[in-house]
């Protein structure tokens, strides 16, 4: 046992003395937020939540950054700028999980469409987790120095919020940071993390596809250029990307989740759209895969005739988000020293996505990523023996709900560990 990591594992012990009492209304802010979700760039009413728990707490607080995201810095002496992010946005998704704290919410989208709005992606337990170690630092301010930044971010979904603040001026109106922290909860047991150096999540390109025919009578389709037909062979072909031009070393994942034409059966339509999502772990292999994507597209419209080719425009762009290797280590050592061996655990790059990595890469200093189990750990033992973990309830899934306990404990202990990690060195070298 080396002595820095000796004194990172009790140096979080007096930050973590309040968290039992503060859990029972840490639970009644994680089920407020849930039951009143907000889309991407709108999340103003949770915004403002997190505002009045900061300034609470005795936070330096800035509101408005990138639209709705937050920024609470709490000064504590001389020492590193630690940065911890939550992200704030839900889903358009009808949730279904029965919960008494469920969303019956409905907004707005940017089209103009009435949608159901739900967290079923586990934002709202990332702001809870946040909000309770903000609270947690503040309350035991002679246990560590430096300077805690809570970023608070909006639209991660949409994958903007993270370059929002940045060009909203995140990089020149706030200390820079010696890290930048974040998390996320998963499928998995609850209590447990889980993490990895290098690539942790995946970047993603998702794309809209316009291809063009020309309608007709159904009962007459030579007079047509059928979309629905290019659109199907398009779709077909698309599958063949990573199974034939991927090597078996490598990793992609392409999937069509959007394929719309027509409104009539008796109507041969004019155009069909496709929307595709793109996975990769791999600059090279992203480049060739929408190269591939372009090429079959426009293959498939000329092979059609159709009169016009495609078009092709890009809907958003996550970066592969990398840790940082020495960051990660002294994060890793720190959850080994705190929590039991079992519960810390090595995963493998996750193919969902994040904006995250923005921050530690345009700002130029280290980033770490990692994943909270939020699945009671009976459920997900029970579904690995059976082999059926892939019948478990994912993110963005109408049925996703985190178990509370002991979701959010875990969460709120993994980013104060993670954070003494640098407060608690500074605090050791300081003179008695």
Not at 183 to 210: C, E, F, N
């Amino acid at each position: 046992m080396s002595t820095t990591t000796a004194t990172t594992a009790t140096a979080a012990e007096p930050v973590l003395q309040h968290l039992d009492r503060l859990l029972p209304d840490l639970e009644a802010f994680y089920k407020d937020v849930h039951a009143h979700p907000e889309l991407s760039m709108q999340e103003t009413r949770t915004a403002e939540r997190v505002a009045e728990r900061l300034r609470a707490a005795g936070y330096e607080v800035t509101t408005g950054i990138g639209k709705t995201g937050v920024v609470g810095l709490l000064r504590n002496g001389d020492g590193p700028t630690v940065m911890l992010r939550a992200d704030m946005d839900a889903l358009p998704v009808e949730e279904a999980t029965g919960l008494d704290y469920a969303s019956k919410e409905t907004a707005k989208d940017r089209e103009g469409n009435t949608v159901p709005v739900g967290h079923m992606c586990g934002h709202d337990m990332h702001v809870a987790w946040l909000v309770g170690a903000t609270a947690l630092f503040a309350q035991a301010k002679p246990a560590w120095r430096g300077t805690l930044m809570a970023v608070f971010q909006p639209g991660e979904e949409t994958a903007e919020g993270a370059q929002a603040m940045i060009d909203d001026g995140l990089f020149t109106r706030f200390p820079k940071p010696a890290v930048v922290l974040g998390q996320h909860v998963m499928v998995g047991p609850a209590g447990a993390v889980a993490g990895r150096t290098g690539a942790i999540t995946s970047a993603a390109d998702s794309l809209q596809i316009r291809l063009f025919g020309r309608g007709a009578h159904g009962s007459m389709p030579q007079a047509s250029i059928d979309p629905v037909v290019m659109a199907a062979a398009t779709v077909m072909r698309l599958q063949t990307v990573v199974s034939r031009e991927v090597a078996a070393a490598e990793a992609a994942v392409v999937t069509v989740g959007a394929l719309q034409a027509g409104t009539k059966e008796n109507v041969i339509p004019d155009e069909a759209i496709i929307k595709l999502n793109v996975r990769t772990f791999d600059e090279g292999v992203r480049k060739r895969v929408l190269a591939a994507i372009e090429r079959i597209v426009n293959a498939e419209a000329a092979a059609s005739g159709a009169p016009r080719p495609p078009e092709i425009t890009t809907l958003d762009h996550y970066p592969l988000n990398v840790n940082d290797v020495e960051a990660s280590k002294r994060v890793v050592e720190a959850f080994r020293r705190h929590f039991p061996a079992e519960r810390v655990r090595q995963t493998g790059p996750a193919p969902a996505s994040e904006d995250f990595g923005s921050f530690g890469t345009e700002w130029h200093v280290p980033s770490v990523f990692w994943f909270v189990g939020g699945t009671d750990p009976e459920v997900y033992a029970a579904a690995m023996k059976a082999g059926r973990l892939n019948e478990l309830p994912v993110n963005h899934s109408p049925l996703f709900a985190p178990v509370i306990h002991p979701t959010l404990r875990t969460g709120v202990e993994s980013l104060v560990v993670a954070a003494q990690a640098w407060f608690s060195e500074q605090l050791q070298q300081a003179p008695a």
